[in-house]
């Protein structure tokens, strides 16, 4: 029978994608004969890890174990894990081995009043997204480069949520889209390790399962995102290609939000752009 612990269930479904995603030959191992799965069996990895097949079937089915730091550390390295991965694994499994009645807090994400001032005298664009990437404040630059978010409802700021709207990505035309979404479904995975029931995680990531089957795939490959950063070129009509870099940094609080800022080269044709941009932004506000 699977445990109801929820932290357990996750860490086994998290088991079971990294294993689905490991080939034999990418552990030394020989194909051999008709194989029924594309990854690696769980007997495979068992041997790998030095366990026995029962008690690692036992992980994946989310069933009442405790592994111990030692057995966790042999599974991360037989399946292969990255030290985002690594943290990820030994995040879920100390968590399930805490009663139930154990549970990280809810209190709701606050962006504090010095984060809001910074924001305001910030000369490049930013935001503030909770930990289950809602958008919780922007500042005027922002609101230049990727539109006024007052025209949506509350609940529907969500940049997973946004992300996955048909009606606003172009049906997804854009060339990085896939990437840009993984990083935003493994911020939401890392936001779910501390707390597998939170009401807010479980609307988005219901809503987004029913209906999107590219949101399905993609959470179903469990990846994980600490902290992201990477590059994103925006097509703007007034002023063209915008191309910045962007990163995220985390605000006070355990687990807490995140300033996610876009940034360009100094004297930069993509500055000069983005600045005309503002100007634009502040006319028409003026207005």
């Known amino acids: 029978m699977n445990s109801p612990n929820p932290y357990a269930r996750e860490l086994g479904d998290f088991l079971r994608a990294r294993r689905g995603q490991l080939r034999p030959r990418d552990v030394g191992l020989e194909p051999g004969g008709r194989r029924k799965v594309t990854g690696l069996r769980r007997e495979e990895l068992a041997l790998l890890a030095g366990l026995s097949t029962d008690y690692y079937q036992r992980m994946e089915q989310g069933r009442e174990v405790r592994p111990s730091d030692d057995v966790l550390d042999a599974l991360a390295a037989a399946l292969g894990l990255d030290g985002q991965q690594r943290r990820h694994l030994f995040t879920l499994a100390r968590a399930a081995r805490r009663p139930a009645a154990a549970r990280a807090g809810r209190e709701p994400d606050r962006v504090p009043d010095s984060t809001r001032r910074l924001l305001r005298v910030m000369d490049t664009p930013a935001v503030v997204l909770s930990r289950h990437l809602d958008l919780l404040d922007w500042n005027p630059m922002a609101e230049a ?76 490959r469990h990846d994980v995102r600490e902290s992201v950063s990477g590059t994103k070129t925006f097509q703007v009509p007034e002023v063209g290609a915008i191309v910045l870099d962007w990163d995220t940094y985390p605000l006070p609080g355990n687990p807490g939000p995140v300033m996610l800022v876009f940034t360009t080269e100094p004297g930069s044709p993509d500055a000069d752009r983005l600045q005309i941009l503002a100007s634009l932004h502040a006319t028409r506000s003026t207005r």
């Open 145 to 220: 480069l990727l539109g006024d978010p007052d025209g949506y409802p509350p609940d529907r700021l969500n940049m997973l949520l946004l992300m996955f709207d048909d009606t606003l990505t172009g049906r997804r035309t854009c060339p990085d889209w896939e990437r840009q979404a993984l990083d935003y479904i493994g911020m939401m995975r890392a936001a779910v390790a501390t707390d597998p029931t939170h009401p807010r995680a479980t609307a988005v990531i219901g809503e987004l399962t029913i209906r999107s089957a590219d949101f399905r795939r993609l959470w179903a």
